[in-house]
């Protein structure tokens, strides 16, 4: 896909996503939002193999969400993959409904159960290893938030993806700036980032991760055969696509009124229609 329909399958999601965290009153609204851009180049166009009959083909390339409690825009971009049927995604927010607020392997398409803030890289610089062990020419993709970079259990992960040279592994930091408590260089300082990743010895890549041709350009720029890890650095807009919520801390996990739901997809909608003409 090219960045025109990737751009138009992100505001679908986007559309999609406001409406289920609506209907469910609950959700990581802003940092689903701010990743979702991210999300849908890699399910759509970066990732391979992929196949919803076929959720464990050993040759896919794998995602762990780091930041589970953005589980939100997973579960609208695994919808959109064919992973999740509509009637399903409709349950979340309900009793019995096999989708939580973090990513549980019984949802298919979900590689791990995640959401406690820094394991995720560490899950996939496993994954990695198993690879390279196997022989496999699968990749592992890991997506974390800013705030979850307080976590040292993250630098271990990393020192490690360096150590056993793993090109096969792309870290994605969702640099929206807001962490529930505010901002992260007031919360825990973490600037910065692009130089402390360097220093662990990642392949470091910015981004415009509001942009879907900056973001296919990153993900391009990619070089699988250097022996270093990848650290792609995503400076995103909290809340981004709904213009009450952009750069706004309390949408970190906030709740739409029947008002702020119907403008927000209002306002959606203008640049769907928008990008079809």
């Known amino acids: 896909m090219n960045a025109k329909e990737l751009e138009l399958l992100a505001e679908k999601n986007r559309k999609r996503l406001v409406e289920v965290v ?4 609950a959700g990581h ?3 689903d939002l701010s990743c979702l851009n991210v999300m849908t180049a890699l399910y759509f166009e970066v990732m391979k193999n992929l196949d919803p009959a076929h959720p464990k083909n050993p040759d896919r390339d794998r995602f762990v969400l780091s930041k589970g409690h953005c589980v939100e825009a997973l579960y609208v971009t695994l919808e959109a993959k064919g992973y999740l049927k509509p009637e399903v995604l409709d349950t979340l927010g309900k009793f019995g409904s096999i989708l939580s607020g973090h990513p549980t392997i019984e949802v298919p398409g979900i590689e791990v159960n995640s959401g406690a803030l820094g394991h995720g890289l ?5 994954m990695a290893i198993a690879a390279k ?3 496999k020419d699968y990749r592992t993709f890991v997506m974390m938030g800013d705030g979850e970079q307080g976590e040292g259990s993250i ?3 990393a020192m490690a993806g360096h150590k056993y040279q793993l090109d096969n592994l792309v870290a994605i930091i969702d640099r929206n700036h807001l ?4 901002n992260t260089e007031d919360v825990m300082p973490i600037d910065s980032v692009k130089e402390r ?3 662990f010895g990642w392949d470091v890549i910015e981004l415009n991760g509001d942009s879907m041709e900056d973001i296919l350009r990153a993900f391009a720029s990619i070089d699988y055969t250097n022996k270093k890890p990848h650290l792609l650095l995503s400076n995103t807009t909290k809340g981004r696509g709904v213009s009450f919520m952009e750069g706004i801390a309390k949408w970190h996990h906030g709740v739409l009124n029947e008002e702020q739901c119907r403008d ?9 229609a928008a990008l079809e003409q």
């Open 29 to 31: 609204i802003g940092g």
């Open 197 to 199: 990743w360097g220093a």
């Open 133 to 135: 062990m196997d022989g």
């Open 22 to 25: 609506y209907a469910a009153k």
């Open 155 to 157: 630098y271990e992960a």
């Open 179 to 182: 962490q529930i408590s505010g």
């Open 122 to 126: 560490s899950i996939g610089v496993g």
């Open 264 to 272: 927000a997809v209002a306002e959606i909608e203008k640049r769907i």
